[in-house]
Structures are given as structure tokens and as C-alpha cells.
């Protein structure tokens, strides 16, 4: 725990271009309880000087491709009804804050959403064309542009009211033990947060970056491919992404990162 803690008393603001700050520590939302200490932290400040520096630069972030082809979907017809997004949504400025509120609960469905259900329900409902499987290439790359329109903000997802019950479905399972090693997510990013696995550092486990691009896979990756390799390291057998249980705990695991800024998209190893 002495590396996380002696990461802690670095300033509390990074700046990505001279234009944006970022929030990347702060202190931690009142129902952690203390589970994290007195500050909770991006999972920027566990990588490597080269990954940090990937991510501040939007000329070298590898993550920016995905964004430009994103911004090229926008504006591209699709679908038996011949709309584009930009058909209803103008400027994808309009998303600010978005990304902040994700997950949250559809009021009309009363049903726990992510930004990919808002995507593809904009897609099959209004565009009448495909839905976009959840960790594909135009999917994630559409993810990172919209929540690109919030970078620099704080995270501030409900936890209460009608997401009071999914908040507590997330926490169950992240202190559920998985897997034939018996590990929970608690046990790596609450207990062991600042140690070594393997050759990487445990973070807190924030995903106030989401979709990353990993260094190591040469693509972005969303929030429930990451749950599918976690699990799959306790050599469990996982949830599907997209799944309700993994939309609960991504409401959980957003929670614990409030009042950290959006990264969208980060660069990880």
C-alpha cells in the first residue's frame, strides 16, 4: 500500500493539452465508507510515464483514430429510415455531461442503461438498422467520441432512488469471491491497491477512462470486456457483456470513481 500512498501527495490536477484539466485524485465519495482511505485515484497515475504521456497528447493517443471514425459514423447514413446521427443530433457537443450520469436508469423502462443501449436504441429504434455488438470496433469507437464530450468533468452517478437497487446488486458482486482462485474485485483493487501483479501495478480499479485503448491489445476495450477478464483470471466462468449483472456492477465500480474527471478514451498497458 505504500506506493498508492505515496502517490497521493502529488498536485491533484492534470492538464491534457494546455486546455483540459483532469481531476485524477480526489476524496472519496461518503459510501466507501474508508474502504480506499482518504483518496481515490484515477488508474492513470499506475501507469508508466510513456502510457501517461499517450494519453494526455490527443496526437499521439491511439485511442484518437477510433475517435475520428467515430465522428465519420456520425454523419453517415444507415438503416431503412436514411438517418445519420447527425439527422437529430446536430452538434455531438450536445452529449456534455453525459458520461458523467452513466449507468443510469431509463425512466420510461425503469431498466438500468449504459451508453451502448442508448447508441444501439437510437440505431434499431430511430434508424431502424443493426444493433452494434457491445465490444465492437464501431461501437466503442461511438462510446469514445460521446464520452469524449465530457473529458474533464467529475463523475457523478445516481446511487440512490431507483438505482438504489442495482447499486446494491453491483456491490454484492464486487465483494463476491469468483473463480476456482477465490478472488473478488475487492480483493485486488481494495486490499492490494499500489502492489504488483504480474508485471503491472493494481489500481483502485476506476473506470471513470472507459473505453481504453490497451497498449498490450492494440484496440480499445470497454467496461464489460474488462469484467470478462477479470473474472476470467479467477478462472471463473463470466457474464456475458451486456448482461444485467454486468450492468449493475458498472453502475457499482462508476460509483466508487465519483468526483474523479472522465478520461474517455484512456490509455492503459
Known amino acids: 500500500m505504500a506506493t498508492g500512498a505515496a502517490m497521493a501527495d502529488e498536485d491533484a490536477e492534470l492538464v491534457i493539452n494546455g486546455e483540459i484539466e483532469m481531476i485524477e485524485r480526489t476524496t472519496p465519495p461518503a459510501h466507501l465508507d474508508g474502504a480506499l482511505g482518504d483518496t481515490i485515484m484515477s488508474g492513470w497515475i499506475f501507469r508508466e510515464d510513456e502510457t501517461q504521456a499517450f494519453q494526455m497528447d490527443d496526437f499521439e493517443n491511439p485511442a484518437m483514430i477510433y475517435v475520428d471514425k467515430a465522428m465519420d459514423m456520425f ?6 429510415a436514411g438517418q445519420a ?22 425512466e420510461a423502462t425503469g431498466k438500468l442503461e449504459t451508453m451502448e443501449d442508448i447508441i444501439n436504441g437510437c440505431r434499431t429504434g430511430r434508424m431502424q438498422a443493426d444493433a452494434w455488438k457491445w465490444s465492437s470496433e464501431e461501437m466503442q469507437s461511438m462510446v469514445s467520441l460521446i464520452g469524449l464530450q465530457s473529458r474533464g468533468m467529475p463523475m457523478d452517478v445516481a446511487i440512490d432512488g431507483p438505482a438504489q437497487s442495482f ?3 453491483g456491490k454484492e458482486m464486487y465483494y463476491t469471491r469468483y473463480g476456482q482462485l477465490e478472488l473478488s474485485c475487492a480483493n485486488c483493487h481494495e486490499d492490494n ?19 481504453t485503448y490497451r497498449l498490450s491489445a492494440t484496440r480499445l476495450i470497454s467496461q464489460h470486456n474488462r469484467f470478462r477478464g477479470c473474472i476470467r ?3 471463473a466462468e463470466s457474464f456475458a457483456e451486456g448482461s444485467d449483472e454486468f450492468r449493475a456492477l458498472e453502475l457499482y465500480v462508476a460509483s466508487r470513481g465519483n468526483g474523479l474527471s472522465v478520461e474517455t478514451p484512456a490509455v492503459r498497458q
Do not use: K, Y
Not at 454523419?75 to 431503412?80: F, I, L, P, S
Not at 443530433?89 to 443510469?104: I, K, N, S, W
Not at 499500489?194 to 473506470?207: K, P, V
Open 75 to 80: 454523419e453517415t447514413v444507415d438503416g431503412a
Open 85 to 106: 446521427c447527425s439527422s437529430c443530433h446536430t452538434d455531438v457537443a450536445e452529449f456534455e455531461g453525459l458520461r458523467t450520469q452513466l449507468p443510469r436508469v431509463n
Open 167 to 169: 447499486w446494491e446488486e
Open 193 to 211: 491497491w499500489g502492489n504488483m501483479i504480474r508485471a503491472d501495478h493494481l489500481s483502485q480499479g476506476m473506470t471513470n477512462g472507459f473505453p
Open 233 to 235: 483470471d479467477t478462472m
